[in-house]
């Protein structure tokens, strides 16, 4: 039986719960079904399962987040560039490290000073982009958060509650502990955040 606290069982339970309307700006806008069958990210790298499910319902939260290109392609950014636009330009270079690395980069809702972002690129055993933290209150940083968009929107759509002292406080989870570790040895060579200098 599929589990329900991961990838697209969680998502369907996102799907029915009441208040993921309120992520929404109108009705749901569903990516016709060719579109998405057919839909990779720009590298050639797939949908996530739970990414795909999403769009499948609506595909208006991520317009309005910058994931598509006016031709409706997805429209990612390099790491260095994101930051540049999304938070100061003048610590773009100081990015430019991580952004080999962290080359397909997608706005999420969330955060204030800091922002939320999918990095696309090595998956974990259940087949999920990692969702991580980027923020600049004391020293820039960038962070896991979230083991996937599965992950994420549930906790968005609350249909999962988390306290968050710390932005990778899920490490510590006993369901999703082990997949964020194992984004944490893919991603940040078994850390599981970087802090500048970098």
Known sequence: ????????????????????????????????????????????????????????????????????????????????RFVADELHPAWAAEFAALAERFDECFLLPGGSDSRRLLAVGAVDETGE??????????????????PGFDVYLGAAAGVLEFEFPEYTALVGHPIYSRRMREHGMRWFGGELEVQFPF
């Open 129 to 146: 982009y990692p969702v991580l933290a980027l923020d600049f209150d004391d020293l820039p940083y960038l962070g896991l958060m979230y």
């Open 1 to 80: 039986m599929p589990d329900p606290a991961h990838g697209v069982p969680l998502v369907e339970r996102v799907l029915r719960h009441p208040a993921t309307a309120t992520l929404l700006d109108g009705p749901p806008m569903p990516m016709p079904p060719a579109d998405l069958a057919a839909a990779t990210f720009p590298s050639g790298r797939p949908l996530t399962p739970s990414l795909r499910a999403w769009l499948g319902y609506d595909t208006g939260l991520l317009a309005r987040h910058g994931w598509f290109a006016a031709d409706g392609t997805f429209a990612p950014r390099p790491l260095d």
